[in-house]
């Protein structure tokens, strides 16, 4: 399993965007992921401690043990036991997709055993990993790794997904700095993308900045292999960004210079997400919002505390965050409005609602969105949509919003996100896999990044 996180990813603009990344670091002691922050620790359900998982709230210790056929277990059990649809779940479809990845892992490594088969399944859990452990025996740890990380791809759900506590010796997590690129579960390819590939953003001081790889770097072949095929996205180059090495053929819009780069995955610090505002003409106050995380609502609320006439917040590649800091946003602009519903797997969908102990500041709304504002952003943007609270304006969000996820600690120290229940749009919409589009098309372009050119930005300001 690399060993990195997604502080090291790639966003390419109307081609790739990076849905939530989760992020462990030892250094910070912090836990945090797109999803709704974790609830108070509660016990599994059916299998009991001995078969499941415990859910957290706190970052996990160190590990304590490594990764085993039992850990294996673990994560069936607690996908069974806590995910939306796992009471219902054909358990028989997770232990294929855990063996497929398993098998597949050994032979990548020429470790193929001929003894390796699926045995029979009945559709009994308890009976089916009965019968899966006898044929896995010990187990090999790399193979362990790939059986969990593709148990839990073959969910297919955007807010799922499995975190490994491997931190660099310098107790960084290690990359690229590219961003957007996660390591448990590669990069999200836009199925609507269309050419080129682009790179958004690099973090200062990262091997890619070191490279002097620059945002607006059109990206021609991954290791080799050419970003797209006709006019559809290679979706055969995402396991290229989890790897130890990835080489770029990058082309310069602005020089037409092409470049071959290889990039060495090393230590890369993520710095804390900062709300930055700035005062533009005619009584508008822009602001960047660049992740919902924990009291952002109120950093923003101060940066408009003046009331100014109209007020530009810019979502675009934010990954997500705390739905409570959703609803406390939008009380600044409305009250009294559902903001979304979040819908269990049997009985009545809950409703969210603006919090509407906030001050209304009266100001106009324009939101900015694009192909990597995923999560709690699409959840914010379905809510000034659908209550006419403002206008959208750039290109359609990510619909990277299955529900909100809880942490579930294994033995090895790894963390399973699971979401318990399913996101619907104010108007019961489904915005997952389909994303909220905007009032007014606006895309970035691989030559405005390279030069500094705003389209969104600028059409919000014809809007005023």
Known sequence: MPRKLCAAGLVAACVMFAPACTFVSASTSTLTSTPTPVPTPVPTSTSGPAKGCTAITAPPPPPASSTS????????????????????????ALLQSAFSAYTHDLMRRGGDRADLRLPALTGNPGTDWAAFAQVLGVGDSS????????????????????????????????????VGVSAQQGPQLDPAA????????????????????????????VNGMPAFIGYAVNQAIRDAFVSDRVRLTLKRPTTGRT????LKAGPVTRRPAAVTSRKLADGVTYVHLPEFHEGVADQVIAKLRDKPKA????????????????TRLLGAFAHGKITSYFCPLKGDCVPNRTDDSIALLGSRLIILTDRACASACDDFSAAV???????????????????????YLLDDGSVLLLPKVRHLGPAREVIDTIGVPVDHHAPTTAHDLATGHDPGLAKALTLL
């Open 143 to 178: 193979a362990l790794h790939a059986a969990i990380t593709g148990m839990v791809a073959g969910l297919h759900d955007n807010h799922a997904r499995w975190v490994t506590p491997d931190l660099s010796p310098q107790g960084e997590p290690t990359g690229t700095g590219v």
């Open 194 to 221: 269309r050419p080129p590939l682009f790179i958004t953003r690099v973090l200062p001081g990262s091997p890619a900045a070191r490279a002097d790889v620059r945002a607006g770097d059109i990206i021609e072949k």
């Open 69 to 92: 056929v039992d850990t294996l277990r673990q994560a069936y059990f607690c996908v069974l036991d806590n995910y939306y649809s796992g009471p219902v779940m054909d358990s028989k």
């Open 385 to 407: 949509k659908d209550n006419g609270l403002g206008t959208l304006v750039g290109t359609r969000t990510a619909g990277a919003i299955s529900g909100p996820s809880t942490a």
């Open 259 to 262: 470049r071959v780069v290889e």
């Open 311 to 326: 007020a530009i917040l810019d979502l675009r590649g934010n990954g997500g965050g705390s739905p409570r800091e959703v």
